[in-house]
């Protein structure tokens, strides 16, 4: 249970965080308006601000619907199989994504620490900025899902030592 407690904590301030992050790329960008369009004179940053919360918000995005299990999905083979069936093909295709996830966490760590050096041209910020939030992402991403397989390996075999009948 305590293992809930903080995934639930990460969760929750990724949550806030990334409500924050989009608040700031809409004040950001409304700022880019009025001085272009009010003012006659374009900030030169804002561009890459939007571009990095952009990115932050995709893949916390991307490990919020992980967490709450609402990426999209096709449901054609799921809805055709039964209860059993239908919690092995989600445990079997959460096995192909962790399979990604670590090959993503895997290789795209060197690539971080080497474009590390390298600025972004206008703010000069790192650009392990805008690259280390998709690791961080895959990282939180890859435990998740090795949560949901487990959960799903014990909801199979709860449901296999009673009578049939799924337990959530």
């Known amino acids: 249970m305590d293992d809930m407690r903080w995934i639930n904590k990460i969760y929750f301030v990724i949550k806030y965080v990334n409500i924050t992050v989009l608040f700031t790329m809409f004040f950001v960008l409304m700022l880019q308006v009025i001085t272009r369009k009010f003012l006659d004179n374009p900030l030169s940053w ?6 990095i919360t952009m990115i932050w918000i995709s893949f ?5 619907c992980t967490v709450e299990n609402v990426h999209l999905k096709m449901d054609i083979l799921s809805n055709k199989l039964s209860e059993k069936g239908k919690q092995i093909l ?3 295709s959460n096995f192909f994504v962790l399979g990604f996830l670590i090959m993503v966490v895997y290789w795209a760590y060197p690539f971080i620490l080497q474009s590390g050096s390298l600025a972004m041209p206008v703010s000069g910020l790192p650009m392990w900025v805008p690259y280390g939030i998709i690791w961080i992402s895959c990282m939180l991403m890859t435990i998740e899902i090795i949560r949901q397989i487990i ?13 049939g009948g799924a337990q959530l």
């Open 46 to 51: 804002p561009e890459e601000i939007s571009l």
């Open 60 to 64: 916390f995005g991307a490990y919020q």
């Open 90 to 92: 989600k445990v079997v």
């Open 151 to 163: 959960g799903g390996f014990k909801q199979l075999f709860s449901t296999h030592s009673h009578d």
